[in-house]
Nanobody
């Protein structure tokens, strides 16, 4: 049974930083592409960024977070991270971790976590 468990969310002031973690189990982590998504109140879920498992661990980010957010992974710990800097109130959302078996980042994801709340105050 695949499980993805996010942690690290919380309340932070605008301009601050947070690091989210997602611990994976029940899958071969090293051969899964990992993605981060978010959903703000009243809005659809949107892609934040992802990191492939091949091709030198390619990363790809949404324009809204490019240059502020960084995704990394530790295959030894079966964990993917989302480092969020220069946070803005519009980054407030529930953040979800997801995994997919292929190497492409911008495809449908197979597994999802339960999400962690990030709130950025102005």
């Amino acid at each position: 049974q695949v499980q993805l468990v996010e942690s690290g969310g919380g309340l932070v002031q605008a301009g601050g930083s947070l690091r989210l973690s997602c611990a994976a189990s029940g899958l071969t982590f090293s051969t899964h592409t990992m993605g981060w998504f978010r959903q703000a109140p009243g809005k659809e879920r949107e892609f934040v960024g992802g990191i492939s498992w091949s091709g030198g661990l390619n990363t790809f980010y949404a324009d809204s977070v490019k240059g502020r957010f960084t995704i990394s992974r530790d295959n030894a710990k079966n964990t993917v991270y989302l480092q969020m800097n220069s946070l803005k109130p519009e980054d407030t959302a529930v953040y979800y971790c997801a995994a997919r078996r292929g190497s492409a980042i911008d495809r449908v994801y197979d597994y999802w976590g339960q999400g962690t709340q990030v709130t950025v105050s102005s």
